[in-house]
């Protein structure tokens, strides 16, 4: 039995070895291929079953199994389809007492070698030598499976030695059969590949444009011509194949040369050297070409010289152009050529005399040489956009010498294409302009400029002043012309003479431009006549009026300081007229006149000193000046006091309260904090005002510490950008906590959205050193000011305040709804408290309940009070057994 199982092995050693040879003879036709193999693995199924072993009666043993798994396994369902088809076809035709296990067999022995192929492609198995043995024994157990299907049951005396048999044998078979075929497959996966890399070659250096690739045999027989070959050299493909290299394209004097090059190249195995040739091309015109070759010895073919040729026709061209542009570029303007990339290939000699370097120096430099610095960095720009966009530009452009000097030039820069369109040089010519800016400087200045003080004249002080009006037409802003005369000028001229008079109108032009912006207009208008134009103030006339009576204030004192007037030391002062602007409504021409109007005003007045052309303005400016004067007088004596608001929580307690400032004055009653804030801020007075208003902030915090009901309160205290923007302002608070003894962890600093535009760095530094001992900070009317979230992100908040703009109408407007529900959805999110300001009624408060918004402040609850009446509105919020509560704790 053995013997006839071993024949069996052998035949399938034979499978395999024919199964590898015969697919190669398919490669073109891999569905032919197909059908070939399952006749082949079918008709060995067949050849099995014509003599199987049989010692028992109605037992067929042979290698169905082994060869239908591997036609699974190797073929596919196609292969393996056929082959069983064909083994169960041979069955069914027997007729035997085994037909039913033969047609199971073929059946399952199929299917397991096609789930084990599924198996592969999916990355679940492998086919090295282990699982092709577990698989072989798999099938020789289906096979025994397959004989319990037997009509006639096998003795068990015969088991034994059959399944040994079977298993010993047909296991090994089929480790060895999948062996051959797997290396058969890796073999042709290897020719294929090959073939398959020669073609995508050939077929690149087929289409590869503007490169000429050729083959030749070790005579000279054209093997090879791409279509770039074509082109280049005239002959089409089927023309040069089969012709001798040296009758195609090689001169007469070189063919010998190239015969013996040929030769030793193919003896040696060493490439001919690349080089440039002047080869011809079909019409017997010459072809400069740069030439490279290579030896190519492919497995199981004849050697070839592979050729690859660049053609430098544009190259000479190109070449021969530029020596003929050699004879003008030597011309008295300078000249640079550049590559595509705009670095310097040449100067001429008038560049260099012109820039100081020398032409190594030039050369290699990028047309960057040519800015004088970060001044000429937009004109530079400009210049490499326009040869961007249109391949030339000109224009003028200051430059620095290689000694450091700055001098203007006319530059005109244009592009040269080759053939291709593209930018292969650029060509510039520079012309000094200094003389000419020098001599338009000179015509300028004596067409706009004073020729003494060297300020605007009249002229271009009315066509600055018809700008600044349009500008204030657009912006909404105002401004101010500001008419300046001299007290008492003629008399120094009839007493001194002119020259010293001469000698103060220097000195006052001076002073008059550092008492104003650098975008002000300084001018003279003649005699001792000077006009000032304040451009792009406050849109609120009153801070606009408040600024110009500043700016008039600083002139007059500066024109007011002692002269030297070479030998003679003199005193001057100046009468100031001032005529407001908003927009384009009053003409530069009656302005100038109600500016002068006014300026003879302060004269009548007593001179030395200025006047509003507008009586209302005027009035304003009184009325803030005494505000001002006032408020001086406030902080001196102090008059001013804190109020306090509560603020409450969802049950109705009292967490905290914000400190207000309160001005009663004795004769105007109570100041609104709108009037005398603002001016506060602009005056340098809220610095003194808010540390008073810490001072007794913390003075408070440590009286309520000795209560149990107000020592858990939290102050919460208002603190303006210019209190926080003080450098010191960090250190203070910490050193007047320090001093008061104030617990830091009840005083909360509130700050506005407005602060977070200015240095928000500076503020998270302060904000940080505070917060490490405990202070608490909120953010007063969110949603009003700067609106950006990328800050409350950065910053150490604790707590977002929603303004009472948003909760006045959360009740009617969807909008004041809806974003009222986005800050406590934000601030929550963040990690934030939330508190609601300006609640009056029920109605809202449930709302913001409902939007989980938990702690509020507003006249629902107080107004902002005495701190006796806080400390009995606290008391009286507190049920006496939350009183007990806060006593033990």
């Not at 009184?622 to 001002?628: D, K, S, T, V």
Request: hydrophobic share 45%; net charge negative.
């Amino acid at each position: 039995m053995v013997l006839h199982l071993a024949q069996d092995v052998a035949w399938m050693l034979v499978l395999g070895v024919l199964q590898c040879l015969h697919l190669r003879l398919w490669t073109e036709h891999r569905r032919a291929g197909q059908w070939a193999s399952g006749l082949l693995f079918g008709g060995v199924c067949i050849l099995g079953m014509m003599d199987p072993f049989n010692d028992m009666p109605g037992v067929a043993l042979d290698g169905r199994s082994v060869v239908l798994g591997i036609a699974g396994l190797f073929g596919g369902p196609l292969v393996g389809g056929i082959a069983a088809l064909l083994a169960g076809g041979y069955s069914l035709w027997l007729g035997h007492a085994d037909m039913l296990a033969g047609l199971a067999l073929a059946a399952t022995c199929t299917t397991l070698g096609l789930l084990y192929r599924a198996a592969v492609a999916r990355g679940w198995a492998t086919l090295g030598a282990l699982p092709l043995l577990a698989f072989g024994m798999l099938l020789q157990w289906i096979h025994l499976a397959c004989l319990a299907l037997l009509p006639e049951p096998i003795p068990a005396a015969q088991w034994t030695p059959m399944a040994l048999s079977l298993v010993l044998i047909f296991t090994p078979a089929t480790l060895l059969l999948g062996s051959v075929l797997q290396e058969g497959q890796r073999r042709d996966a290897i020719d294929l590949a090959l073939r398959e890399s020669e073609a995508r070659f050939r077929s690149l250096l087929q289409d590869i444009p503007a490169v000429s690739v050729q083959a030749y045999a070790p005579d000279g027989t054209t093997r090879y011509w791409n279509k770039a070959s074509e082109q280049l050299y005239g002959f089409s493909a089927e023309e040069a194949l089969g012709r001798n290299l040296r009758d195609l394209i090689i001169p007469p004097d070189m063919r010998e040369g190239v015969r013996q090059a040929m030769e030793q190249m193919f003896r040696t195995r060493q490439a001919i050297p690349a080089g440039e040739l002047l080869l011809l091309h079909k019409d017997g015109s010459p072809v400069p070409v740069f030439s490279s070759h290579a030896y190519v010895q492919a497995r199981g073919r004849p050697a070839e010289m592979f050729c690859i040729d660049i053609d430098l026709s544009a190259r000479v061209r190109a070449e021969a152009e530029l020596r003929i542009a050699a004879t003008a570029f030597e011309s008295r303007e300078g000249m640079l050529v550049t590559d595509p990339q705009q670095v310097i290939l040449r100067a001429n000699r008038a560049f260099t005399q012109s820039m100081g370097y020398t032409d190594a120096e030039a050369v290699g430099q990028t047309l960057a040489l040519l800015q004088a610095g970060p001044d000429s960095a937009t004109s530079f720009q400009l210049l490499q956009q326009a040869l961007r966009s249109q391949g030339q530009w000109a224009g003028e452009i200051w430059s620095r010498r290689k000694n450091g000097e700055e001098f203007p030039q006319w530059v005109t820069i244009n592009a040269v294409h080759d053939e291709a369109g593209e930018v292969s040089h650029y060509i510039a010519t520079l012309v000094d302009i200094t003389q000419r800016k020098a001599a338009e400087e000179q015509i300028r200045q004596l067409a706009f400029f004073d020729p003494l003080t060297h300020l605007p004249n009249r002229r271009l002080l009315m066509d600055r002043l018809q700008r600044a009006l349009a500008a204030s037409e657009r912006n909404k802003r105002t401004g101010a012309l500001l008419f300046i005369d001299l007290d008492h000028f003629k008399t120094l001229n009839d007493t001194q003479g002119h020259e010293k008079g001469d000698l103060l109108l220097q000195q006052v032009a001076q002073r008059l431009q550092i008492c104003v912006r650098d975008r002000d207009t300084v001018a003279r208008l003649g005699g001792d006549e000077f006009l000032v134009v304040l451009e792009d103030l406050d849109a609120a006339p009153a801070h606009a009026a408040a600024h110009v009576k500043a700016v008039s204030e600083k002139i007059v004192a500066q024109l007011h300081q002692p002269y030297r007037l070479g030998n003679l030391d003199y005193n001057s002062t100046a009468s100031v007229g001032i005529a407001m602007y908003s927009g384009q409504g009053t003409p530069a021409e009656e302005l100038l006149k109600q500016a002068d109007m006014a300026m003879y005003q302060a004269k009548a007045e007593g001179r030395d000193g200025l006047r509003f052309f507008d009586p209302a303005m005027q009035a304003v400016v009184n009325a803030r000046a005494g505000l001002e004067a006032d408020l001086r007088q406030g902080l001196a004596l102090g008059q001013f006091l804190l109020h306090y608001q509560p603020q409450v929580d969802a049950q109705g307690r009292v967490t905290g309260a914000e400190a207000l400032l309160r001005w009663p004055h004795p004769t105007r009653g109570m100041v609104p904090p709108v009037h005398f804030i603002p001016l506060a801020e602009e005056t340098g007075h809220i610095l003194p005002l808010g540390r008073w208003v810490l001072q007794t902030a913390c003075a408070q915090l440590v009286a309520w510490a000795q209560d149990p009901v107000l020592g858990r309160l939290v102050l919460a205290v208002n603190v303006s950008a210019r209190q926080f923007r003080d450098p010191d302002f960090a250190s203070g608070v910490l050193a007047l906590l320090h001093s008061s003894g104030a617990n830091p962890r009840r005083l909360k600093l509130e700050l506005t959205e407005s602060m977070l535009a200015d240095n928000l760095d500076d503020m998270v530094e302060k904000m940080a050193a505070l917060g490490a001992h405990g202070i608490r900070f909120a953010l007063d009317d969110f949603g009003t000011g700067y609106s950006s979230l990328s800050y409350l992100k950065r910053l150490p908040l604790d707590e977002l305040k929603i303004d009472q703009s948003f909760v006045r109408d959360v009740l009617v407007d969807p909008s004041d709804a809806a974003i009222v529900r986005t800050v406590v959805g934000l601030a929550h999110n963040l990690g934030l408290e939330v508190l609601a300001e300006g609640v009056e009624t029920e109605a809202q408060k449930d709302f913001l309940a409902r939007c989980h918004c938990h702690v509020y402040q507003g006249y629902l609850f107080s107004r902002p009070v005495p701190v006796d009446a806080f400390e009995a509105f606290v008391r009286a919020s507190v049920q006496p057994a939350s009183i007990d509560e806060v006593k033990a704790a």
